[in-house]
């Protein structure tokens, strides 16, 4: 029950920013795209915790765009100033970059939806790729928000487990047996 603990140091920690706490919580999401090793499940359950289940998931899927959105501008703006690095020396960057729009955004959608594929592997795929700007927002918002919907209820039973623990078990189960599917498919 440690992490119970935790939880709620943290959610009481950003409670304590009173009328900043939403602020505070967005820049959290942009420092956590940034970094790209740190899962932002915690921050995700947190504000489930500190703003209610649909205002923590309103902010939560705002804090992941607007960290995506940074990540992808300062990896496209970092990649383009290396020049010693030649993208057409990269098979996979190639094909994507001449696939049509269209397929380019299912492709991105496609790897948001991706359970356990790390955000920043895909953030930096689409910063070196052709996507625009606004197409990489627009798809990751699409993609990003039935994940952080899934991390806000569950990280919201998690700390309210007394009044919601059916809940919680139930949608644990859909996700094992998500899970067990996708695994199976895959074989």
Same mark, same amino acid.
């Given at each position: 029950?440690? !992490?119970f603990f935790?939880?709620?140091d943290?959610?009481?920690? %950003?409670?304590?920013?009173g ?12 420092i956590?795209s $940034?970094?790209?090793?740190? =899962? ?8 489930? #915790?500190?703003f209610?289940?649909?205002p923590g998931? %309103?902010?939560?899927?705002a804090?992941?765009?607007?960290g ?8 496209? !703006?970092g990649?383009?100033r ?7 020396? !990269? @098979? !996979?960057?190639?094909? #994507?970059n001449?696939?049509?729009?269209g ?11 991706? =359970?356990?594929?790390?955000s920043?592997? %895909?953030?930096f ?8 700007f606004?197409?990489? $927002? #627009?798809?990751?918002?699409?993609? @990003?928000? =039935? +994940?952080?919907?899934l991390?806000t209820l ?6 309210f ?11 644990l189960?859909?996700?094992?047996? $998500?899970?067990?599917?996708?695994? +199976?498919?895959?074989?």
């Open positions: 029950m440690d !992490w935790q939880i709620e943290f959610s009481a920690w %950003i409670k304590s920013f009328i900043w706490a939403v602020i505070v919580s967005l820049l959290l999401n942009i956590i $940034i970094l790209g090793f740190i =899962p932002s499940i915690f921050l995700s359950g947190a504000n489930a #915790v500190v209610g289940l649909i998931f %309103i902010i939560s899927v804090g992941e765009v607007l995506a959105a940074v990540s992808f501008l300062l990896y496209r !703006w990649f383009r290396i020049r010693g690095v030649r993208n057409e020396s !990269w @098979k !996979w960057l190639n094909q #994507v001449q696939a049509s729009r397929r380019r955004m299912l492709l991105l959608f496609t790897a948001r939806l991706t =359970p356990f594929l790390p920043a592997v %895909i953030t795929a689409a910063s070196v790729s052709q996507i625009t606004v197409d990489f $927002i #627009v798809v990751t918002l699409l993609g @990003k928000a =039935p +994940s952080i919907a991390e569950v990280g919201n039973d998690l700390f487990m007394k009044q919601n623990f059916p809940r919680l078990i139930i949608t189960l859909l996700l094992a047996i $998500i899970v067990l599917l996708m695994r +199976s498919r895959k074989k």
